[in-house]
């Protein structure tokens, strides 16, 4: 099973809004709604931010959301503050009842 | 609270063995699919396998890259999975964590645990 396809890095202003896109195949992100996305500081534990595509885990801000079209899902950060700046990974379920990780994607809060 | 600690992390050969452990709290650990994912230092996220629960006939499956070489098993009364690593290499190098599902993502992770296989 190959990795989902995310960008290396994006970047973003303070206040702004960007999207991190994870790209894969109808055997994973085009197969089901098990779509989940995670933030990642350095050194510590990733944490769900996303999960079924869409919906946020209690406590997590309003300003992470999620969508999918086809074999592509993203992930939008809207109002970027200073804390945001992280590693994200997207991750899916397969068809092959396993799970696969995205390679990551660098946020930089200009 | 929902809490998930990784242990056995080592230093060991090419060759080797080293067997993880995952102890859980605040939930009902028997009820839940286990899974184990780790990260090569500077890399990304890297699925290895899971458990499921006694429901689903504790059914693993595992990454392309373990497969064969990985085994995940469980103990539910003491609360506790485990992963065994057999024949390990050296880019088997990395922070393994344990975790578990909330619908479709992962929302409990423990510290991770560090194996370094080196000579």
């Known amino acids: 099973q190959s990795a989902l396809t995310q960008p290396a890095s994006v970047s973003g202003s303070p206040g702004q809004s960007i999207a991190i896109s994870c790209t894969g195949t109808?055997?994973?992100?085009?197969?089901?709604?098990?779509v989940s996305w995670y933030q990642q500081h350095p050194g510590k534990a990733p944490k769900l931010i996303i999960y079924?595509?869409?919906k946020r885990p209690s406590g997590v801000s309003d300003r992470f959301s999620g969508s999918k079209s086809g074999n592509t899902a993203s992930l939008t950060i809207s109002g970027l503050q200073a804390e945001d700046e992280a590693d994200y990974y997207c991750?899916?379920?397969?068809?092959?009842?396993?799970?696969?990780f995205g390679g990551g994607t660098k946020l930089t809060v200009l | 609270e929902v809490q998930l600690v990784e242990s056995g992390g080592d230093l060991v050969q090419p060759g080797g063995s080293l067997k993880l452990s995952c102890a859980a709290s605040?939930?009902?650990?028997?009820?839940?699919?286990i899974y184990w994912v780790r990260q090569a230092s500077g890399k990304g996220l890297e699925w290895v396998g899971r458990?499921?629960?006694?429901?689903?006939?504790?059914?693993?499956a595992y990454g392309a890259s373990v497969k064969g070489r990985f085994t995940v098993s469980r103990d539910d009364s003491k609360n506790t999975a485990y992963l065994q690593m057999n024949s390990l290499r050296t880019e088997d190098t990395a922070v393994y964590y344990c975790?578990?599902?909330?619908?479709?993502?992962?929302?409990?992770w423990g510290q991770g645990t560090l194996v370094t296989v080196s000579s």
């Open positions: 975790t578990r599902t909330l619908g479709g993502g992962f929302d409990s």
């Open positions: 109808s055997s994973d992100v085009g197969d089901n709604n098990y």
């Open positions: 991750s899916a379920y397969t068809t092959t009842s396993t799970w696969v």
């Open positions: 605040g939930f009902t650990f028997s009820d839940y699919a």
């Open positions: 458990i499921r629960s006694k429901t689903n006939n504790y059914a693993t």
């Open positions: 079924d595509v869409s």
